[in-house]
């Protein structure tokens, strides 16, 4: 198994050398991507505050980076990489299928409940 | 990779554990069911979270006001750099953790008991920081009065800057005390009592004319400010309580909500990461004695590797979901 290890990155653009200084060249990018989600979240940039499908757009931004970061994890340090065909996409699709699931429901809901109290003659504050 | 399981004489036969589906060990297979589950569990948790920051868009406390503390460096309006810092130290430890798995692969015993320690270290020093973070939130830092619909109000002074109750209310001496299950009656107690009374912080809002009060409501991504005539009204009018800090039933940045599914979030995010350490430690010392060396597999710290990697991949998505969303 220590010598299965596929080690390109990034679909071949880099290539490692050595398991090891393939989870260094992964910590890089992590630490990359962190740090850009951080300096967004503190200066919050004027012109990405704009509103995109239901959100600003940098809250966009943020759960792209996050699932990106999320998929090295996976492919690289759970070793997702170098296990077979099958056995990523029962993992990766069951949980996508059912997060996706969940959340369109309970989000569509709250913003349901929202438009209620925002729009009806229904009120939460005495 | 070989499997651990105890000798039954059926081994490499399709029903005595042999057949490795989808080339995975047996053990390799449970920990990745175990963590789609735990998964879901985690998404349910955050998915709640994003129902009620739905329902509540308007008025939901923002994150960057609530977490700007950083250890040793007191007074400092600083968001996100602490939480940054528990991100790296989480991503390092899986990355030690990574090497432990490499290491054992190509059976260095002593690489992997060095690796093993550094993840350790990461996980105490991860939990160790999500106390301090729980403990600085529940003691809050600058108080706010409740109403009796439930909604918070802050104060603010004319220049936009934060007021803390102590900046402008007096304590006077006070008749009541907290009651203790020590005098009057056993099976009745009652929580610490802020600093102030609601009739101290009126007389303070009296006597400062340059404070005003800020309400949950957002318009245009900012709190809402109210004017000092309304200030005043709504104090007197809607105040009942005085907060200090979050707990599970009150909370000084706005919407209770907000408090329980952080405790109860980072809380059992929290809890993985310690039961993780648990495991690691026991991984470490079975390393150390030699048990995987005898075994000729180091697969249990792969399994455990996952595990750790996993708390990891949660920790991404509360960091989004709480402190940057």
Known sequence: MADAHKLEILRGLIKFKSNVTKIWGVLILLTIVTGVEVALGIYKPENLLA????????NWIFIILTLVKAYYITWDFMHMRDETKWLRRFVVWT?????????FILLQEGGYVESVYATEYVKRDF | MDTTAVSTGTEGKTWGG????????????M???????????FSGFLAAYGFSRFKYIDSWPIADEVFTHVPF???????????????????????????????GHHMKKNKVIIYLFLTIIGGLIFVGSQAWEWATFIKGDYGAIQTKGGNILQFIDTD???????DFVVAESKDR?????????????????PSYTLEEVVSGLESHPNVLVRTQNIIEGEKEILSRVESLRQIKENGVSVVEGANLKVNEYGSPLFADFFFFITGFHGFHVFSGV??????????IIGTYERRKSYEMVEKVGLYWHFVDLVWVFVFTFFYLV
Not at chain 2, 18 to 29: E, F, I, L, T, V
């Open chain 1, 51 to 58: 509103p995109f499908l239901g959100m600003k757009l940098l």
């Open chain 1, 95 to 103: 949980a996508v299928f059912l997060i996706c699931y969940l959340l």
């Open chain 2, 18 to 29: 042999g057949n490795q589906p989808m080339k995975a060990s047996y053990g390799k297979m």
């Open chain 2, 31 to 41: 920990m990745w069911f175990f963590i789609v589950s735990d998964a879901l569990t």
């Open chain 2, 73 to 103: 460096l007191h007074g400092q309006e600083l968001p996100m750099i602490y939480v940054a810092f528990m991100t790296f130290i989480l991503i390092m430890s899986s990355v030690t953790m990574v090497l432990a798995v490499d290491a």
């Open chain 2, 160 to 166: 936009g800057h934060r007021v803390a109750l102590g």
């Open chain 2, 177 to 193: 005390s907290q009651h203790m299950e020590t005098n009057g009656i056993w099976f009745l107690e009652e929580g610490s009592l």
């Open chain 2, 278 to 287: 648990i495991f690691n430690l026991i991984i470490f010392f079975n390393v």
